[in-house]
């Protein structure tokens, strides 16, 4: 069974543009996701691995989101330390 990308999915890359170099995604992907560096590139990229087109699926979405409030979260608590 296919899972249906919409176009709203495939333009996460210029959303996340202001963050992207700052994140290391591979540490978000194994922390948030269990998958490779790679799996998070392909995604975020919208390939699917294959060569072919993919992107987040609206679960994955909602679970980026959620990793990236916690990150944001966790970041917060730190510096309010210092």
């Known amino acids: ?9 495939k333009d996460i890359k210029p959303i996340l543009s202001d963050v992207l170099l700052d994140i290391t995604w591979s ?13 998070m590139y392909n995604k975020i990229n919208g390939v699917d691995g294959n060569g072919g ?11 980026l989101k959620g990793a990236l409030i916690d990150f944001s979260f966790r970041l917060r608590t730190v510096s309010e330390q210092l």
């Open 53 to 63: 087109t993919g992107g987040f699926t609206d679960a994955e979405r909602e679970q």
């Open 1 to 9: 069974m296919e899972t249906s990308i919409s176009n709203k999915q």
């Open 27 to 39: 540490k978000i992907s194994k922390r948030y996701f269990g998958k490779s560096s790679s799996w």
